[in-house]
């Protein structure tokens, strides 16, 4: 009897403890999410750029000269799909943003595949970073 015991009980430890790690990758893409907005939103582009990793750990080039002229204003999530192995989610944001040259209220809608890392426990973004 208490060999089933002590594998009904690990069962239910190994059961919740794969509760608590897909609840932290879950909760992990919330936050990547909210600060990659909040740093497009603040200007911020640089720390924006770090979320683009393709899954080959490259990052892309992007020229951040022509984002000085850039402020964003505002963003509606559009449309949010996670996987079911919770590694994996498209997020299509429909993102305002004012143009300080042209004086133009623009509006764009943004198309984001974000993958989780295993090895960095990190959140990353594989599309192409916003085209204002």
């Known amino acids: 009897m208490p060999k089933h015991i002590f594998i009904f009980t690990l069962i239910i430890i190994l059961a919740a403890c794969n509760g608590v790690g897909t609840r932290k990758k879950a909760e992990g893409l919330e936050t990547a999410i909210d600060e990659y907005v909040a ?18 750990n490259n990052n892309p080039e992007i020229d951040t000269s022509k984002l000085e002229h850039i402020k964003v204003t505002g963003h509606v999530f559009k449309k949010k799909t996670v996987n079911e192995e919770i590694d994996e989610a498209t997020l299509q ?7 300080k040259e042209y004086g133009t209220l623009k509006k764009i809608i943004i198309d984001q595949e974000w993958w989780f890392n295993e090895d960095a426990k990190n959140w990353f973004l594989s599309s192409d970073f916003p085209k204002f």
């Open 39 to 56: 740093a497009l939103r603040w200007g911020r582009f640089d720390n924006a750029i770090k979320y683009h990793v393709d899954k080959d």
């Open 93 to 99: 944001i429909e993102m305002q943003y004012y143009h």
